[in-house]
């Protein structure tokens, strides 16, 4: 089956650019900020599968896993974690901003929830101009708490809206667990509110994940209107960083746990058995992406930094 | 103008004792509840974790639960909380983590927080404490790096202090929790790891008084938060080729002590304003009109603005530092003050 594959490969290519950078950071090459996506690939993957370049998504301060199952280059991204010239933002935005219109990335975003209203903006203007492509919006469980989360959603279904909306439910915001700021259990009971339907899903489950998202893609892309999928989900990794935990927030075990049910193991020992791939083949999709992320980041490492003589560029257009 | 509410309580202790600006705050912010029981601390991840700068470290294990307030990620609902709880007689110290994060709750620091005492014809007071962290220099890009005083400061109601360093944060926390107004801390996230002498016992720092941090003849240099710690090293850089600078430290930027500046500019002649914030529409710029309404006569040439260019903050390491200032375009202003005349 193919789109085991396709699931496959874009999980693998999160995890390859995410651990490398994670390295990069302990090994002090990297300034700012580096929250980590290891852990939630499998809802990256599952929903870009069922977008085409033309939809758009709007995505977290987590962003990199969205960015690279869209398709964003390698080469841009890291080039933009270096702050060289070459990056996605010119080296102006850094981890927390990547961006690529061509792919139809519409951003990472520094303020929770923020990109929630851009996004039913994006699906506005597609139905405005008479085109048939969705929006679709990321956010953790914490990012539910934001008002911006809340009139974005109340927005997009009262103008019924091709907007989807994925909430990567890892359980915690920052340090906080679910439990601690909010008292429901499912995220997803939040779109009743507004009249829009919802579905979870096993956010360990690329498959699950991508079935949910082609139904709810397929729906708005009909004009059905906006709906909301909630992928219960973890990331290994701290909230920001790699490591450095002042306080035990979670427990070894916990992370254990969620670590057994690892979305690529899930999904290579699915293939193997089912006959959709061969260890060999599977193996040579790492190999690859290793490849091409050593080749990555050989390029942004000798690219050239921005001239502080162009600091003004692009304050305004025209 | 200049309001001052409360004289200073600082006594000299015998053997000085070094402690890093966040912890000042926070050993400032501990002795402020202690003293008050209707001073409490909500924020996200404020409590259980202690801030994500260490700012609100171990006050969960003194404060309990009660006092310490772990809140959902709702800037907008956390500022009102502190509001209508100010406004019902608590002392309410709401963190903001980054300060790029007001943009979120802007309404209730800007419409409601201001302006409550004023339209209720001031029968209620708004003793509402929101501290924050602002500033470049970490790599922390275009939403969470600024230094955004002149909103604020433009806005009659609200009080803004900017500590530059560890013992101002002290004092001026104690000062700003005890005040009935609504006041924003503007931590510097850069100073948050720097060590200065702070006394043990609890002490204010008048809100509204510029503090002179360098006497000198030549020029006065009106700095800004962490912009105070460059413009000594440019005066120090300044005193070895013979110019001696004067420091000043608002401390305030909200109320302002004109005062202080005034009375340095009739003995120096010279004023170079500095902030980290954008140049346009910039403290400096107010600092320098009420200069020129009420010192012009003594100016030797115009007065001097430096501060960022007029841009968002960028994230290359090399982009932000020609972005912020620093002591060598301080020590370049005050020289090219001094060519002229
Ligand atoms: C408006 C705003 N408030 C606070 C923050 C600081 N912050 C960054 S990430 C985060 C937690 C987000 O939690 P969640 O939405 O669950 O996403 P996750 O980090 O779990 O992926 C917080 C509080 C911010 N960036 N923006």
């Given amino acids: ?36 996506y290891v852990g939630q690939e499998a809802v990256a993957a599952g929903v870009m599968a069922a977008l085409r370049d033309d939809d758009q998504i709007t995505s977290t301060h987590r962003g990199h896993g969205h960015a690279v199952a869209k398709g964003v280059g390698f080469r841009e991204m890291y080039a933009e974690l270096y702050g060289r010239v070459t990056g996605a933002c010119l080296g102006r935005g850094g981890s927390m901003h990547i961006n690529d219109l061509a792919r139809g990335m519409l951003g990472a975003n520094g303020i929770v929830g923020a990109g929630v209203p851009i996004a039913v903006g994006a699906a506005f203007a597609a139905r405005y101009k008479g085109e048939d492509s969705v929006a679709v919006t990321f956010f953790g ?35 906080t667990p679910q439990s601690g700021h909010m008292l429901l259990t499912d995220v997803a009971d939040r779109a009743a509110a507004y009249g829009m339907p919802s579905v979870i899903v096993d956010g360990m489950d690329a498959v699950a994940v991508h079935r949910a998202a082609a139904e709810a893609v397929e729906r708005a892309r009909a004009g059905a209107g906006p709906m909301m999928i909630e992928a219960k989900t973890y990331r290994y990794f701290d909230h920001q960083g790699v490591k450095g935990l002042r306080h035990p927030y979670r427990s070894d075990e916990e992370v254990a746990e969620w670590k057994a049910r690892d979305p690529i193991d899930l999904l ?14 599977l193996d040579d999709v790492w190999r690859r992406t290793r490849d091409e992320i050593a080749e990555a980041i050989a390029y942004a490492e000798a690219s050239p930094l921005p001239d502080p003589a162009d600091l003004l560029l692009n304050v305004y257009s025209g | 103008m200049t309001t001052t509410t409360e004289a200073p309580a600082v006594t000299p202790v015998a053997a000085p004792r070094k402690l890093s600006y966040v912890k000042a705050f926070n050993e400032g912010l501990a002795q402020a509840m202690r003293e008050d029981e209707n001073v409490f601390v909500a924020g996200e991840d404020v409590a259980g974790y202690g801030g994500v700068f260490r700012m609100f470290d171990n006050l969960l294990d003194e404060f309990g639960p009660r006092r310490m307030i772990d809140t959902p990620i709702s800037e907008a609902a956390l500022v009102g909380l502190g509001v209508g709880a100010a406004a019902r007689g608590l002392r309410p110290v709401v963190d903001l983590m980054f300060m790029d994060f007001i943009g979120v709750c802007l309404d209730q620091i800007v419409n409601q927080a201001a302006k409550m005492k004023y ?145 340095s500019v009739r003995r120096t002649n010279r004023v170079l304003v500095v902030h980290e914030a954008v140049t346009f529409g910039g403290l400096g710029a107010e600092i320098a009109a009420q200069i020129q309404d009420s010192v012009f006569d003594y100016l030797d040439a115009p007065v001097l603005r430096i501060g960022a260019p007029f841009s968002p903050v960028p994230f290359s390491p090399v982009l932000e530092k020609a972005y912020v200032p620093d002591r060598a375009r301080i020590a370049q202003g005050c020289r090219r003050l001094l060519e002229r005349s």
């Fill in chain 1, 1 to 36: 089956m193919q789109i085991i594959k396709d699931l496959h490969e874009r999980m693998v290519r999160i995890r390859l650019f995410e651990t490398e950078a994670g390295k990069l950071m302990e090994a002090g090459k990297l300034p700012g900020f580096l929250h980590l």
């Fill in chain 1, 141 to 175: 469980d914490g990012a539910t708490n934001i008002g911006a989360w809340h009139e974005g959603a109340n927005m997009a279904a009262i103008l019924g809206l091709p907007v989807v909306f994925v909430c990567e439910n890892n359980g915690y915001a920052e340090f």
């Fill in chain 1, 268 to 281: 290579e020992a699915r293939a193997i058995a089912d006959g959709t791939a061969t260890r060999a083949e």
């Fill in chain 2, 119 to 263: 339209m209720f014809g001031g029968a209620l007071s708004v003793p509402l404490t929101i501290t924050t962290a602002s500033g470049a220099g970490l790599g922390a890009a275009a939403q969470h790096s600024q230094s955004l005083e002149a909103w604020l400061a433009h806005v009659p109601g609200l009080k803004v202090v900017m500590p530059c360093d560890a013992y101002t944060a002290k004092g001026l926390t104690v000062s700003a929790i005890r005040d009935d107004n609504p006041v924003v801390i503007m931590l510097n996230k850069v100073l948050l790891g720097s060590a200065g002498e702070v006394p043990e016992e609890i002490y204010g720092i008048p809100l509204g008084q510029a503090h002179t941090a360098r006497h000198g003849s030549d020029v006065t240099v009106i700095a800004l938060g962490r912009m105070v710690g460059e413009a000594l090293a440019a005066a120090d850089e300044l005193a070895a080729e013979g110019v001696e600078i004067e420091v000043i430290d608002p401390r305030t930027v909200q109320p302002l002590d004109t005062e202080t500046m005034f009375a």
